[in-house]
């Protein structure tokens, strides 16, 4: 049910069951509601597979995939798996990245130094 909306047809369909007397035709509206929600239902896990497999392929296509991951977890957006060596991992990649920025600040001071 897109945003959240009740489709017209199982709106109707429940309409229809509230004011319908008759037992046969009410026996009836009800499988054809039982029908309605289980096709919507589908229609909204293959929507929301296909979201998922597109996110997931951008994810895993992406340079920064692991780092992508870690804010996914962190969001809530996937179970969390053992923190041991994921959380190790993350934080070796930015001390990684700090020292090489420290590096290259420090050739930029050399530069500057014996060019002066």
Known sequence: MP???????????????AAEENPGKLETL?????NSV???HEEARLRLRLIAQQY???IRSAPLAPRM???????GLT??????PRE??????????EVKEKERQDREVRERTDAA
């Open 88 to 97: 190790n991992k993350f934080r070796e990649n930015e001390v990684k990245e």
């Open 38 to 40: 289980e096709i919507e």
């Open 79 to 84: 179970a969390q798996r053992g923190k041991g």
């Open 3 to 17: 945003d959240g909306k009740t489709e017209p047809v199982i709106r109707e369909l429940c309409q229809q069951i």
């Open 56 to 58: 997931r392929e951008r």
């Open 30 to 34: 009800v499988k054809s509601l039982q």
């Open 69 to 75: 991951l870690d804010v996914i977890r962190f969001l």
